[in-house]
């Protein structure tokens, strides 16, 4: 490393003019940032975190030493050092003046300007994303990331890095980061440092060195509150800024000081060196990528999955797949279809986990825990736990495979899957209650949405200390009646004196019986349910009825319209074990869960 610094001012580049007009044109809050720190400074060179030392007070100064821990890191000119947020321009040129190769880029417009106005074409500046840079055939010895890694995808990052750098090359990172999540916490924004870290170890990288600088970065959020207070009206006048906006912007630096304070965020600086080349890629999968994915489909389940069941499952963008490619080929899948639930009595997304599949014969350069290890991690870090799209998850695996899960610590056992089986009945009618078959000739009829709905806020109701999947009416359409494979059979059950819905089936008839798919009622009303299915089962001569229930609620349907059958099954109910989120414990045996669940019945 070269062990250079950069003490020395940098008036030759600095904004000094004492003109608002500079800064009108940068986004906000950039253009607040940066004229807060000209009328405090007298000069701005960077737009990024200062870390203080003991007794500092001049962020100018703290600022420079930021920029210094990652100068002196750097490997010896002339090497060829990629910069992704160019910001002002300061960096590039310090670096182009001591020999080194350098490339700045920036998506925005504006910073282009100001960096041309400040050093004219002398700097080799470009606007474009990291994300849209293409290999060369001259690689990168050193990508730096001084404040921007929080806008692009850690796994965009790491893929990227493997084109752009040789071999031996350096990342360096110096940003902001969540620390932890907490159950209250939105979507903050911030990358989580421990995914971070453990994404880089699957995709080829080594961590070199990890400083922790929060205590060092935390003043600069103090410096801004006090630096915005004292100068608010200039800021409003010169900027043409709304007080409101402001305002908001003041809350916004309180609650990251906040989050600092408590430990919730920090401020590092990270040093990954490429340890190995990877063969293959691992990659969100989109709709284009349709056909890549019935492939894989086809070859490893050895039948077909339609286009039109593939927009069933995955169209909806509340749901979410990534993949593994190897030469342009997909390797394997793994699928998650997001769901509405209420988590003891609360709305949230959960998602479903579904088409997991590895081509065993071509994963060349995986390392030792394989392509399903790959994906699982990535994706339950990317999409499950506080503040990211889904709380929680669930699926349907075997016991085979949920040990496999287990093993990497991924998963961990929550509950299992019972079926219960009685006879069918009298076919006779009853005398309090009527059926009312439910088809896309009434589905959006108002007194079959009413009817539906009243249902499901009835069964809401009772399984407020439980977690269960929305079932309106929205969801009995998309999910029966829109079904582009299956056929079912929805009835209501009416009272047949007062005409008030008492509950919905969901019948399927197959080579087994007539099968409860589902269920939507009050709780109190499931044994009439029950007795009405074994009633349509008689009629149309099926041999047994059947459900498939979570454990933890099969007593209410063995007691329930005559003695049924209990036996067990191979399904477990699995629970994210790997990122921040709702703790086993507390989701053991509290999922209400049915064949109708399942996306692939």
């Not at 003043?219 to 006090?226: E, G, M, V």
């Not at 991690?377 to 503040?387: D, I, N, Q, V």
Request: proline letters at 4%; hydrophobic letters at 40%.
């Amino acid at each position: 490393m070269n062990g250079f610094s950069s003490e020395q001012a940098l008036s030759d580049g600095s904004i000094t003019t004492n003109s608002s007009s500079l800064f009108k044109s940068f986004d906000f809050p950039l253009n607040v940032y940066a004229y807060v720190l000209f009328l405090n400074e007298g000069s701005v060179d960077y737009l990024h975190y200062g870390l203080f030392e003991p007794g500092q007070t001049n962020l100018r100064r703290a600022q420079q030493f930021s920029t210094d821990l990652i100068l002196d890191r750097l490997p010896f000119p002339p090497s060829r050092i990629l910069e992704v947020g160019a910001g002002l321009g300061t960096i590039c040129h310090l670096l182009t003046k001591r020999n080194y190769q350098i490339h700045s880029i920036t998506p925005d417009h504006q910073q282009i300007a100001e960096i041309r106005r400040r050093f004219g074409t002398e700097l080799n500046v470009t606007q474009q994303r990291f994300e849209d840079l293409a290999p060369t055939s001259e690689s990168y010895d050193a990508i730096l990331f001084q404040e921007s890694a929080q806008y692009i995808e850690p796994l965009m990052i790491f893929n990227k890095a493997q084109d752009l750098l040789a071999k031996e090359g350096h990342i360096f990172i110096i940003d902001e980061f969540a620390l932890r999540r907490s159950e209250i916490a939105a979507n903050e924004g911030l990358h989580l440092l421990k995914d971070m870290l453990q994404l880089s170890v699957r995709l080829g990288f080594e961590l070199v060195e990890h400083l922790d600088l929060s205590a060092e970065a935390t003043p600069t959020l103090q410096y801004l509150l006090c630096a915005i207070d004292k100068h608010r009206q200039q800021l409003l006048d010169d900027l043409d800024l709304k007080s409101s906006r402001l305002d908001q912007l003041v809350q916004s630096n309180q609650d990251y000081l906040n989050k600092y304070t408590s430990g919730q965020f920090g401020y590092a600086l990270l040093h990954f060196r490429k340890k190995r080349q990877l063969l293959w890629r691992l990659h969100p999968l989109n709709a284009d990528q349709m056909t890549y994915m019935l492939a894989l489909f086809e070859k490893i389940f050895k039948h077909k999955m339609s286009p039109e069941m593939w927009q069933w499952k995955y169209g909806s963008e509340r749901c979410k797949a990534i993949g593994i490619w190897c030469e342009n080929a997909l390797i394997a899948h793994y699928g998650g279809m997001g769901r509405s639930v209420l988590y003891f009595g609360k709305p949230q997304m959960a998602v479903q986990i579904g088409d997991v599949m590895v081509d065993r014969i071509k994963h060349p350069g995986l390392v030792k825990k394989g392509p399903f290890f790959q994906m699982a991690a990535t994706f339950l870090e990317r999409y499950f736990g506080y503040g990211k799209p889904y709380l929680l998850g669930f699926g349907f695996p075997s016991e085979r495979h949920l040990q496999i899960g287990g093993c990497h610590e991924l998963y961990t056992d929550t509950g299992r899957m019972v079926e219960i089986a009685w006879n069918p009945c009298s076919s006779q009618p009853l005398w309090l209650s009527q059926l009312k078959t439910i088809d896309q000739g009434n589905i959006n009829d108002d007194w079959v949405i009413n009817a539906v709905n009243q249902c499901w806020h009835g069964m809401a109701t009772d399984l407020n200390t439980a977690i269960v999947g929305v079932r309106d009416w929205a969801y009995l359409r998309d999910r029966y009646l829109n079904h582009p494979q299956y056929k079912y059979r929805i009835i209501l059950v009416l009272s047949r004196l007062s005409g008030r819905v008492k509950g919905v089936l969901v019948l399927q008839s197959n080579s087994n019986g007539c099968e409860i798919m589902d269920v939507i009622a009050p709780l109190k009303q499931i044994s009439l349910l029950i007795t009405q299915a074994r009633r349509v089962a008689r009629i149309n001569g099926d041999r047994r009825v059947f459900c498939q229930i979570t454990n933890n609620f099969a007593d209410r349907f063995i007691s329930a319209s005559g003695k049924g059958v209990l036996s067990e099954l191979p399904i477990r109910i699995p629970a994210n074990a790997w990122s921040d989120g709702p703790s086993p414990q507390l989701l053991m045996d509290r999922w209400w869960l049915m064949s109708g669940d399942m996306d692939f019945r």
